[in-house]
């Protein structure tokens, strides 16, 4: 299982060397179809083998372990659990292999580093230390250290060196062992242990930018103020870059109710209507905006992140979108009020909204006859635009 202490080098440069890795050993899809047919005896659909292989990931053992579940006639789908992992209902092949093999031989803090770390689909150095509180050097040497004795840690950098824009090497633990270390985390750790290990990872992935990473965490637990918050820091870059599928893809994440809630969602999801071309919808989703921040005892800034807190803004948007209904609903000079108050509302840093504010109000005033007015408003607009002679 771990590498030789061998003089490899001197033996790779006289061309010496043969080296069989976990790569070179891994079965391949086909080869895993073949491997179950002739160990169980059992008519695996092509979509069951093709599910194992992915969970194995081709490791032999694994596959092993899998035949001898089946041999005790248990259900492939319940080996397969109700998503698709290995460790369904009945996983005591898988668990005492893992167990009795790998993690019982190993040093605590180094049990104590995989545990925190399973909760993660990838980390790297600094995400472990968010998670461990260790430091930078005890971090990587426990990396260092699985990595070596080959303990189902996988280099998601195949030539070590970092991809354009990362800072550091990500990782990830093989699928089979990640299952067995998080089942192993519910059964030691106190609840209150595992939520806060989820807000670590939420919190240090959200500020890196991995957003969605960081809300799949907090969904998990199901903590919707923390995700509000996190999700309406990201409504400024969502609205210059027009990006209505990510909008529409986090705010499914939420249910009704917990939208319902909080004005930041709402306005997220009164965006969305705009995008998608929903007038009707964004009306429906305006009202209920003002009714809740009418209601008794409702807090005004609940899920609205640090970037909307001021009420001056939040307003703006808010403003813009009920021009929008109007000047699609033909009420032209309802439309122009609105612009107009958008414009002083809105900061001109917030240039999505800033600018479809500018350009609703050009549009309303030549509908109302001010054409001559609109042009030059927009003929000023494009040249304090362009760039000062030098």
Same mark, same amino acid.
């Given at each position: 299982?771990?590498?030789?202490?061998?003089?490899?080098?001197?033996?790779?440069?006289?061309?010496?060397?043969?080296?069989?890795?976990?790569?070179?050993?891994?079965?391949?899809?086909?080869?895993?179809?073949?491997?179950?047919?002739?160990?169980?005896?059992?008519?695996?659909?092509?979509?069951?083998?093709?599910?194992?292989?992915?969970?194995?990931?081709?490791?032999?053992?694994?596959?092993?372990?899998?035949?001898?579940? /089946?041999?005790?006639? #248990?259900?492939?789908?319940?080996?397969?659990?109700?998503?698709? !992992?290995? *460790?369904?209902?009945?996983?005591?092949?898988?668990?005492?292999?893992?167990?009795?093999?790998?993690? !019982?031989?190993?040093?605590e803090a180094i049990l104590r580093f995989m545990y925190a770390t399973s909760i993660c689909a990838r980390f790297n150095v600094a995400l472990c230390q968010a998670l461990t509180g260790d430091d930078r050097d005890s971090v990587k040497g426990a990396l260092q250290f699985l990595e070596q004795a080959n303990l189902f840690l996988i280099p998601l950098n195949g030539d070590r060196e970092p991809p354009p824009g990362?800072?550091?090497?990500?990782?990830?633990?093989?699928?089979?062992?990640?299952?067995?270390?998080?089942?192993?985390?519910?059964?030691?750790?106190?609840?209150a242990v595992i939520v806060d290990l989820h807000r670590r990872a939420a919190a240090w992935l959200g500020e890196q930018g991995y957003v969605e990473e960081a809300l799949d965490h907090l969904v998990g637990i199901q903590d919707w103020e923390a995700a509000a918050r996190l999700l309406t820091t990201e409504l400024s870059k969502l609205l210059d870059s027009e990006d209505r599928r990510a909008i529409d893809r986090?705010?499914?994440?939420?249910?009704?109710? =917990?939208?319902? %809630?909080?004005?930041?969602?709402?306005?997220?999801?009164?965006?969305?209507?705009?995008?998608?071309?929903? #007038?009707?919808?964004?009306?429906?989703? /305006?009202?209920?905006?003002? =009714?809740?921040? %009418?209601?008794?005892?409702?807090?005004?800034?609940? +899920?609205? !992140?640090? !970037?909307?807190?001021?009420?001056?803004?939040?307003?703006?948007?808010?403003? /813009?979108?009920?021009? #929008? *209904?109007?000047?699609? +609903?033909?009420?032209? =000079?309802?439309?122009?009020?609105?612009?107009? %108050?958008?414009?002083?509302?809105?900061?001109?840093?917030?240039?999505?909204?800033?600018?479809?504010?500018?350009?609703?109000?050009?549009?309303?005033?030549? #509908?109302? +006859?001010?054409?001559?007015?609109? =042009?030059?408003?927009? *003929?000023?607009?494009?040249?304090?635009?362009?760039? %000062?002679?030098?």
């Amino acid at each position: 299982r771990q590498t030789p202490a061998w003089p490899l080098g001197k033996l790779r440069v006289e061309n010496r060397l043969c080296a069989v890795g976990v790569a070179d050993l891994r079965f391949s899809p086909v080869e895993t179809t073949t491997y179950l047919r002739a160990h169980t005896g059992a008519a695996l659909s092509d979509d069951m083998a093709l599910r194992l292989q992915k969970q194995t990931e081709g490791w032999v053992t694994g596959l092993q372990l899998a035949v001898l579940a /089946l041999r005790q006639n #248990i259900d492939a789908q319940t080996l397969l659990g109700h998503y698709s !992992a290995f *460790v369904g209902s009945d996983n005591r092949y898988l668990l005492e292999y893992m167990v009795g093999e790998v993690l !019982a031989h190993l040093p605590e803090a180094i049990l104590r580093f995989m545990y925190a770390t399973s909760i993660c689909a990838r980390f790297n150095v600094a995400l472990c230390q968010a998670l461990t509180g260790d430091d930078r050097d005890s971090v990587k040497g426990a990396l260092q250290f699985l990595e070596q004795a080959n303990l189902f840690l996988i280099p998601l950098n195949g030539d070590r060196e970092p991809p354009p824009g990362e800072t550091s090497v990500w990782y990830r633990y093989h699928h089979l062992m990640e299952q067995i270390l998080v089942s192993r985390l519910q059964q030691a750790a106190a609840p209150a242990v595992i939520v806060d290990l989820h807000r670590r990872a939420a919190a240090w992935l959200g500020e890196q930018g991995y957003v969605e990473e960081a809300l799949d965490h907090l969904v998990g637990i199901q903590d919707w103020e923390a995700a509000a918050r996190l999700l309406t820091t990201e409504l400024s870059k969502l609205l210059d870059s027009e990006d209505r599928r990510a909008i529409d893809r986090w705010l499914s994440f939420f249910p009704k109710t =917990e939208i319902l %809630k909080r004005p930041g969602l709402l306005l997220m999801q009164a965006w969305s209507c705009y995008f998608n071309h929903d #007038i009707a919808g964004l009306a429906l989703v /305006l009202n209920r905006i003002e =009714e809740a921040t %009418k209601s008794t005892g409702f807090d005004h800034h609940a +899920g609205l !992140a640090p !970037a909307l807190e001021r009420q001056q803004e939040f307003d703006g948007l808010v403003t /813009l979108l009920q021009g #929008i *209904v109007a000047f699609w +609903g033909s009420m032209t =000079e309802v439309a122009i009020a609105a612009a107009h %108050k958008a414009l002083r509302l809105l900061p001109q840093s917030n240039a999505s909204s800033f600018y479809n504010a500018f350009f609703m109000l050009t549009n309303a005033m030549q #509908i109302a +006859g001010n054409g001559d007015e609109a =042009e030059e408003m927009l *003929v000023q607009a494009y040249r304090s635009e362009q760039p %000062k002679p030098t």
